[in-house]
């Protein structure tokens, strides 16, 4: 079950502090808005999930009405077709207010340097550290992060031994901070001529 007095409280505050932001005075002192704008952007992603979650609750008693109520097998069956979305979209919608009922890193707001370094497994190593690469500048793009690389150190055959890139933009370290640690790649290497699967390891640093 979730906490429904707690969501209900985070919900007033939720509700007190659009009409904070919304007082132009508040300009004159950043900082203070900053912290009010962080504190309102996570209770409205709360308080939206929320209303969701309140919306299919009513959804699920008005099919289980419908499915009391009708005799006819066709709208049964369509009763029951919806009340079965409905348990598998309010299970979803429970997990996601959990996780937002997690208190956030301090640090998520920052933000980060992100180290890929290649472990074992050689030129194919590289390769995935390219590979990584091209997907967090793919990322970053998607997110409107600003991107600056610190150092690479290339290798012959379009791979990297080592990348060292900074990003810059909203909630970059809360985003980046779970790469970190070791990812392993198994396929057949490109330079591999007998097709055999190799497994290549490369390290990331989330800073």
Known sequence: MIPIDKLEALKVEFLELQSKVSD??????????????????????????YAEYNRSIQEM??????????????????AKTEIADLEKSLEDIELRLRDLLIPGDPNDEKNAIIEIRAGTGGEEAALFVADLYRMYNYYADMKGWKKQVIDTNETGLGGYKEVVMQLNGENVYGLMRFESGVHRVQRVPVTESSGRIHTSAVTVAVL
Do not use: F
């Open 61 to 78: 008693a008005d099919a289980k009405g419908l499915l009391e109520s009708e005799s006819d097998p066709d709208m049964q069956a369509m």
């Open 24 to 49: 132009t005075a508040l300009i004159s002192d950043p900082r203070r808005y900053k912290e009010l704008m962080r504190r309102y952007k996570e209770l409205e992603a709360i308080t939206d999930c």
